[in-house]
């Protein structure tokens, strides 16, 4: 199995300011034959189901906004909320699809400092 | 829009059973495939049973091969989990979730999940 692992746990952020969070892979989830990293990020908000905010590493699902970005590829992923906004608050999880079972990472909690 | 309805968690004793379904409205159910994904706060986000559009087949993560059973009516456009030889550490909340057509386990729609718990 892929073991996704994830950095800071947790992080606090001032209003306005950047946040970054790191996933990491166990092994490489770029298919090679299309040039595509089957890696996905949600965002879960409290008393909530996680809500896909990113797939293929960069690609922002439809109505997300573009505060919300998404980098890398192969083993090492980044998400990154340019502005925290007060409705940011939430925890991240990252998920590759490359292979069954598709794993989660253990998630990272963003709060407002 | 899209909406998944689970229902059938509670409390069994450990070794039960229970038999969890999820409701789909808004899409045309039968050209998904589908999943089931638990949360618990000792164990993350776990993926733990798809099946095909058709139904024809399914996969199992290895802790609950041989114990749960996924299956789909796509007449009535429900998915249903059934779940034998509960432990405790199948304590979570369920959810069903939607996989994105043409990418299997990219999860785009799920539902808000029902709370199984396992306890004596």
């Known amino acids: 199995d892929i073991v996704m692992t994830q950095s800071p746990d947790s992080l606090a952020v001032s209003l306005g300011e950047r946040a970054t969070i790191n996933c990491k892979s166990s092994?490489?989830?770029?298919?090679?034959?299309?040039?595509?990293?089957?890696l996905a990020w949600y965002q879960q908000k409290p008393g909530q189901p996680p809500k896909l905010l990113i797939s293929w590493a960069s690609t922002r699902e439809s109505g997300v906004p573009d505060r919300f970005s998404g980098s890398g590829s192969g083993t090492d992923f980044t998400l990154t909320i340019s502005s925290l906004q007060a409705e940011d608050v939430a925890v991240y999880y990252c998920?590759?699809?490359?292979?069954?079972?598709?794993?989660f990472g253990p998630g990272t909690k963003v709060e407002v400092k | 829009q899209v909406q998944l309805v689970e229902s059938g968690g509670g409390l069994v004793k450990p070794e039960g059973s229970l038999r969890l379904s999820c409701a789909a409205s808004g899409f045309i159910f039968s050209d998904y495939y589908m999943s089931w994904i638990r949360q618990s706060p000792g164990k993350g986000l776990e993926w733990i049973a798809y099946?095909?559009?058709?139904?024809?087949?399914?996969f199992y993560a290895d802790s609950v091969k041989g114990r749960f059973t996924i299956s789909r009516d796509n007449a009535k456009n429900s998915l249903f989990l059934q779940m034998n030889g509960l432990r405790a550490e199948d304590t979570a909340i369920y959810y069903c979730?939607?996989?994105?057509?043409?990418?299997?386990?990219?999860?785009?729609?799920w539902g808000q999940g029902t709370l199984v718990t396992v306890s004596s």
């Open positions: 099946i095909e559009d058709s139904g024809g087949n399914m």
């Open positions: 998920q590759q699809y490359y292979s069954t079972p598709q794993t």
């Open positions: 979730a939607r996989e994105r057509m043409t990418v299997a386990r990219l999860f785009d729609s």
């Open positions: 092994r490489s989830v770029l298919y090679s034959s299309n040039n595509k990293n089957y």
